[in-house]
């Protein structure tokens, strides 16, 4: 069975860093492009960061441009999100996705992704 599992997130003072990590198992995720999303406490799911299968294309959102970094790895299993200059507003629980269409753009898009992981929490202090 598909399968994406997050883990890395944590509690961090304002302006510390955090990665995270999303691993991919059971089909073959390798040709799909790969998001992260977030949703804080009370609000909507938010796109984060995309990355393309290659790796070659990512996007992201205009909040955390300059400070967080999307990669994947070689063998492109697993998915990186490298959080910088954590700020409170960056609390919440984080989700990777795999784009359900191979070989497309990474997409801001939400309906855009059919598999999900669990999710994983990060608390930023003030």
């Known amino acids: 069975q598909a399968q994406l599992v997050e883990s890395g997130g944590g509690l961090v003072q304002a302006g510390g860093s955090l990665r995270l990590s999303c691993t991919a198992s059971g089909r073959t995720f390798s040709n799909h492009a790969m998001g992260w999303f977030r949703q804080a406490p009370g609000q909507e799911r938010e796109f984060v960061a995309a990355i393309s299968w290659t790796g070659v294309r990512t996007v992201y959102a205009d909040s955390v441009k300059g400070r967080f970094t999307i990669s994947r790895d070689v063998a492109k299993i697993t998915v990186y999100l490298q959080m910088n200059g954590l700020k409170p507003e960056d609390t919440g629980v984080y989700y990777c996705?795999?784009?359900?269409?191979?070989?497309?753009?990474?997409?801001?898009?939400?309906?855009?992704?059919?598999?999900w992981g669990q999710g994983t929490q990060v608390t930023v202090s003030s």
């Open positions: 996705a795999s784009d359900a269409t191979t070989d497309r753009n990474p997409s801001t898009y939400s309906p855009t992704y059919d598999y």
